[in-house]
């Protein structure tokens, strides 16, 4: 394959960009005792980008035959040509960097495959019926188990020859308690690049459909939490969706363009001097492994450790190679497609807070330094924008009293402006977790990534009833 893209690239009249993605997908789920989805899906096929009189041109093809490609490398450029008459604003280049050559591997594609479909579906069954079974209380429970295996070949006219493989482990459990009318759900779950090891290195399936439940059932009997301002310790899950949400995507270069919240704020002070805030694509803190590994993005750049915020300074954007060529300096790695038939686009892939080093606190001596505050744990749906605005569900609030964790709460809220809050952060610990590596981003098109970081001692708003 990699000499048939090799060829044609050779042989091309203008910038040229193949990319061959082979996707094998599996996704099991079982919902209040019955099987909803058993489903594999195979997508592969060839995604062409040009660059033409400073317009781009793509196109794509789900043949691997060396005409088709070459048709879809025609299309493209017959594209560009008719479309750049049009376009206002030349891309006048692409920003130089050393190309990926070579292969580059993540995750663990083999161990998975030593895991049966039958095995797979019998994991899935098990916790749910589990989880269901766990407490009277439990009305419902879902399972679902998802991997993603894939494999690319990069090939530019400008030197990228990269291929790719990489493999991705996903499984979640939901457990919904009742009593009478009154309703509360609880989830939990490891999204990994690895195999099984890596997916149930912090809880096996048992540990976790017992924490669900028993989750879900506690929260049944506690109280509404009380909003107002507070001192609060997030949880990693809360710190990485934090730092992705409500700041990741104000720092995607395409939104910089936009005028998000944090344009034009290169080099000054936008956080506390306890944050250090990355986006990287491999996975450099932590025991365990990031869902969201990348190790070369869709345009052939090799990825690194991109620091964002160093000591609550802005430092950093996150960047494709047009972009960075518009801004001087070198992509970052954060071109990412989803499919074959995806052009790429700015994309977060893991992005977290870095832990403490030093006199570094642990989770307990954080409680201990509120008077009255709150422990937040366990990160629900919510929003964020460009100005850096969010609002998150919180699952778990426990009250803090003197320094001591206090009684669980729940309907819990969190909103503010992310860059306030980061400015408020007065400790963070030594402790590190991935934690929202389950699921994927939007953003036109689906991504997978992951974050976390320590615990963060901070103040925002809590929202109650």
Known sequence: MRDILKTIAADAKHWTELRVHDRRALQIMVRKETLETAAYRKTCGVGVRVL???????????????????????????????????????????????????????????????????????????AEKRTREASDRIRSATSRYTELIDEKWIVSTDGADAHIEDAKAEFVIMATAASGDDMVMSYKGAGVTGGWPELFARWTPEELSGRVAKTAVDLLDAPYAPGGRSTVVLAPDLVGLLAHEAIGHTVEADFILSGSAAAGKMGEKVASEHVTLVDSGPAYVGSESAGGV??????????????????????????????????????????????????????????????????????????????????????????????????????????????????????????????????????????????????????????????????????????GR
């Open 294 to 463: 990348v190790l070369v993005d869709d345009e052939g750049v090799p990825t690194g450790k991109t620091v964002v915020i160093e000591n609550g300074v802005l430092t950093s954007y996150l960047h494709d190679r047009e972009s960075a060529a518009r801004f001087g300096v070198a992509p970052t790695g954060n071109a990412r497609a989803w499919l074959y038939r995806d052009e790429p686009i700015i994309r977060m892939r893991n992005t977290y807070l870095e832990p403490a080093n030093g006199d570094a606190k642990t989770r307990d001596e954080l409680v201990a330094g509120i008077d009255d505050g709150f422990l937040l744990k366990g990160a629900n749906s919510g929003q964020a924008d460009a100005t850096a605005e969010f609002m998150f569900g919180v699952q778990e609030a426990y009250e803090i009293k003197k320094g001591k964790l206090g009684r669980l709460m729940r309907g819990a809220t969190i909103s503010g402006d992310a860059f306030e809050v980061l400015k408020s952060v007065d400790a963070v610990s030594s402790d590190f977790e991935w934690a929202i590596g389950t699921g994927h981003c939007g953003k036109g098109q689906p991504a997978k990534v992951d974050g976390g970081g320590p615990y963060v001692r901070c103040e925002l708003t809590i929202g």
């Open 52 to 126: 033409v009189n400073g317009t781009w041109g793509f196109s794509s093809t789900g043949s691997l035959e060396r005409l088709d490609i070459e048709r879809a490398v025609r299309d493209a450029t017959a594209s560009a040509e008719a479309s750049s008459a049009g376009r206002l604003e030349k891309i006048e280049r692409l920003a130089d960097c050393k190309l990926a050559v070579g292969d580059f591997i993540s995750g663990n594609a083999a161990e998975l495959a030593t895991h049966s479909t039958e095995e797979k579906a019998a994991l899935v069954i098990d």
